[in-house]
């Protein structure tokens, strides 16, 4: 009975490492309930993708940023090639969110979003360190997906 409990546990463990996105359902108390879907932590800054009226919005939460509209450049890895893009943000009054997507679905990535395994973003800040973050993105089809079924 023992030998079970400790495989069954080792494969949640293994099951639990790999996963890419998590999900969750958000009240705020002032709108309906509404989801949001986001990555596991790399430099302290997670990914997130939000349905705000039928945009889906993907950007970069966590650390400090300073310049009012970083550059980021982003590398997917689709099929083991390097897919790569540029795009200007727009910061958080707080400094803690960067946003450089507000309509994935329309945007000259989505395809590449969809199908890529791993991301590499570089936010390219003019009075601060350059960051590079990298992103477990698998299963980002299904994250989308998630998001748009409100």
């Known amino acids: 009975m023992k030998k079970i409990i400790v495989t069954v546990g080792l494969m949640l463990i293994g099951f639990n490492s790999s996963a890419q996105w998590t999900y969750q359902s958000v009240d705020n108390g002032f709108d309906n309930r509404y989801r949001i879907a986001y990555t ?3 430099n302290n800054a997670i990914l997130k993708l ?3 009226d039928g945009d889906i919005i993907f950007y970069l939460q966590g650390g400090y940023f300073c310049d009012e509209t970083p550059n980021i ?3 997917f890895i689709v099929n083991g090639e390097n897919k790569k893009y540029s795009t200007s943000s727009v910061k958080s009054d707080d400094n803690s969110c960067l ?3 507000t309509d994935l679905t329309s945007s000259d990535m989505f395809e590449d979003f969809k199908n ?3 991301l590499k973003l570089r936010v390219n800040e003019s009075y601060c360190d350059t960051e590079v973050y990298n992103f477990n993105m698998s299963k980002s089809a299904t994250a989308y997906n998630y998001i748009l079924n409100k």
């Open 40 to 42: 596991e932590k790399n």
């Open 50 to 52: 939000e349905n705000v």
């Open 73 to 75: 450049d982003l590398v």
């Open 99 to 101: 946003f450089f997507i």
């Open 116 to 118: 890529c395994t791993s």
